[in-house]
């Protein structure tokens, strides 16, 4: 049976991720960054696309937690014999990209059985494998990983394969270290003292998390996730660690999410300015600023960790997919489409930026003034929308809302900070464009709809005021809240939108949205119904899995995570929320909607 997305853990070092499972395999690791070809890809196959086993030779049952405020795993197995607990980490100190593990014995004798293959590329690769003092060296291609353990090795069946006896009291290490195949083999380390290393550089970067309101420990659990999931070279956050991990089991929604959408920009900039992460905060923005830099009509809805922007889809037909749901794809297609909403969240990221109090780079306004032109032109234009659809271009809610939002945030940086700008002009036409919305995106409910014309519900309406659109008291608000509440929810869970009713040339059935789930849970605040947005919000943590993570989607009938994981928005959300609902703080949607 295949695991459930739940079962990983995942390890961090601000510049790749590791998923462990329960039973301690990696199944799971991109070296050297979270967008490199897979060197473990059991998550997306079978053990023989490369895995890292460490666990009891016998049957066994365990627990696992992070140190605080950390990605340093330990999990502790319990034998017939004995227990040992085994501590996982990718290190963030030093330059050598390295994931080591511990296995200590706490009680007892407990044989324990390792098994390493190496498979670079997405599992393609079988590394050639030679015998180095303390361990083995294996190459393929540009890639090198070298493993030192005081444990003795053997090869068998294309794997590096050890068996040991670890008792009360004694350690047994493992040091895996990636480097390019032409340099030397990196030195090793002392895997105790660099676990040490590893948990105080955690434990000085939690010393700056500021927030203590409302569900602090929920909130603090995801600001550690967000900052593994973060690039410290450049300050991007990747969507996710992952790839194609399926949005249905069984079906094609399998995406590549190891890249940065632009629409989590404003969010993500006040949820981690307002939980005291001021140097993430301005990573991120500074990210921003050179992703988008230039023509503003070559503006892309996503770009790589570093601003990449050939991003170009394809499918890797040896992989069978998490529980066999393929493609497996790497790259993403939806790169190259249009989608107008983003210009509005590039340009409220920057203004929430100034509004907050952020160092201000000369060049922001420059590129906010040439999206504004552009966007002046191009906003009537049908786009394919915050979903990506693939089934053609409609005239979306949610995108002419953003375009709007575009234009007001110009308006307010002319008129709050002495900016420079045509707010006239600007705002003739943030006025045609909210008349235009509430002339065709209602429907005879008085309900906002996906697109122009159309009777389907979308939960990017939800948005509406959040980013100040409308006031949270308009009864055109109110209703549009009740009808996703009433008719988009499963199990209290909100759907995107009926994939029955709305094409998106996709096909196939997904889970509920967990980033809708809590912008439910933000309107449901905004609108006066306090007690009925804690009810979800704590439903929301309890799905979380034991080690507090979320996926982007929950299926309710199953009750099982699923989508890329972990997913960065979900966290983001989260912690949103949790300010939201924090009577002495004043959250990230009440921010939005209060420009």
């Known amino acids: 049976m295949s695991p459930r997305i739940e079962d990983y853990a995942l390890l961090g070092d601000c510049r790749s991720a590791a998923l462990v499972s329960r039973a301690g395999s990696v199944d799971w690791l991109c070296f050297p960054r979270f967008d490199s070809g897979a060197c473990f890809a059991a998550l997306l196959g079978s053990s023989d696309n490369g895995s890292w086993s460490l666990a009891p030779a016998d049957p066994f049952r365990s627990e696992r937690a992070y140190r605080p405020d950390s990605t340093v795993l330990e999990t502790t197995h319990h034998t017939a014999d004995g227990t040992v607990t085994v501590t996982d980490a990718l290190v963030p100190v030093g330059v050598t990209h390295r994931l080591v593990r511990s296995v200590e014995g706490r009680r007892g004798t407990v044989e324990m059985r390792m098994e390493l293959r190496v498979r670079f590329d997405y599992g393609s690769v079988v590394p050639w494998v030679q015998k180095i003092p303390g361990g083995i060296h294996a190459i393929g291609g540009p890639d090198a990983l070298a493993l030192r353990t005081s444990v003795e090795l053997r090869g068998e069946g294309f794997a590096t394969v050890a068996d040991f006896v670890v008792s009360e009291g004694e350690e047994v290490s493992f040091d895996l270290a990636w480097h390019e195949s032409h340099l030397p083999v990196p030195e090793a380390v002392d895997v105790a003292a660099t676990l040490d290393e590893t948990i105080d550089w955690w434990r000085k970067w939690a010393a700056s998390l500021a927030y203590q309101g409302a569900y602090r420990d929920d909130v603090r659990s995801s600001l550690v996730v967000l900052k593994a999931l973060s690039y410290a070279p450049t300050g991007a956050i990747v969507a996710a660690p992952t790839t194609s991990l399926p949005e249905w089991i069984g079906g094609p929604r399998n995406w590549d999410y190891r890249y940065c959408w632009l629409r989590d920009a404003t969010f993500t900039l006040l949820a981690l300015l307002q939980a005291g992460c001021t140097a993430e905060a301005a990573a991120w923005r500074d990210w921003l600023i050179r992703a988008v830099a230039g023509d503003p009509a070559k503006l892309q809805i996503m770009y790589g960790i570093g601003g990449e ?164 008291t308009d009864p055109r608000v109110i209703a549009t809240v009740e009808a996703v509440e009433r008719e988009l929810t499963v199990d209290g869970l909100v759907q995107r939108y009926d994939p029955g009713e709305s094409s998106d040339g996709v096909g196939g059935e997904e889970g509920a949205f967990l980033l809708c789930s809590f912008w439910l849970v933000d309107c449901l605040a905004l609108i006066g119904r306090h007690a009925d947005a804690v009810v979800l919000y704590e439903r929301l943590l309890g799905l979380r899995n034991d080690l507090g993570l979320l996926a982007e989607e929950f299926d309710p009938g199953a009750a099982r995570q699923l989508g890329n994981y972990p997913q960065a928005f979900s966290h983001v959300a989260l912690v949103s929320s949790a300010i939201t609902l924090c009577p002495a703080h004043t959250g990230p949607s009440e921010h939005r909607c209060a420009c």
């Open 309 to 472: 922007r050939r991003l170009a889809e394809s499918e890797l037909d040896w992989l069978d997919g998490f529980a066999g749901s393929s493609p497996v794809r790497i790259g993403n297609g939806a790169a190259d489409q249009l989608q107008i909403d983003v210009y509005g969240e590039v340009i409220d990221a920057l203004h929430q930026a100034r509004l907050q109090g952020l160092d201000p780079d000369p060049v922001a306004w420059d590129i906010q003034r040439a999206m504004l032109d552009w966007l002046e032109h191009r906003w009537q234009q049908p786009d394919e929308g915050i979903w990506e659809v693939r089934g053609g271009r409609a005239h979306f809610t949610y995108s002419k809302v953003m375009a709007w939002v575009a234009f007001d945030r110009g308006i307010r940086a002319t008129e709050e900070f002495g900016l420079p700008g045509d707010a006239a002009g600007w705002r003739v036409v943030r006025d045609r464009i909210h008349r235009e919305v509430c002339a065709n995106a209602i429907d005879e409910r008085g309900v906002f709809t996906q697109s122009y014309g159309s009777d389907a519900l979308d939960a990017s309406t939800l948005m509406i005021p959040i980013v100040g659109f409308l006031p949270a």
